[in-house]
């Protein structure tokens, strides 16, 4: 599984998670500080990630409609 840490998500959970047999872990902050949303969650599908957040806001979001992959 391929995981997108958003910014909310303290770095002890990357750890974790590694820890525990995911090693295909990514943070927003890795692409830039302050994203928004519809940013984040385009990086998410574009790299085929789930994204972990506490922001409850994600649901309205849906695919993007020109997909060219």
């Known amino acids: ?3 997108l840490l958003d ?3 303290p770095n002890k959970y990357k750890n974790y998670l590694k820890q525990n047999g995911y090693s ?3 943070r927003i902050n ?3 500080k302050s994203l928004p ?3 984040v969650f385009k990086i998410a599908f ?3 990630r789930t994204i ?8 309205e979001y849906k695919k993007p409609k ?3 992959k």
Do not use: H, W
């Open 52 to 59: 972990v957040t506490i922001d409850k806001d994600f649901f």
């Open 24 to 26: 295909d872990i990514k």
């Open 7 to 9: 910014e909310n998500i």
């Open 30 to 32: 890795d692409f830039g």
């Open 46 to 48: 574009d790299e085929k």
């Open 66 to 68: 020109n997909r060219n």
């Open 37 to 39: 949303d519809p940013t």
């Open 1 to 3: 599984m391929k995981i």
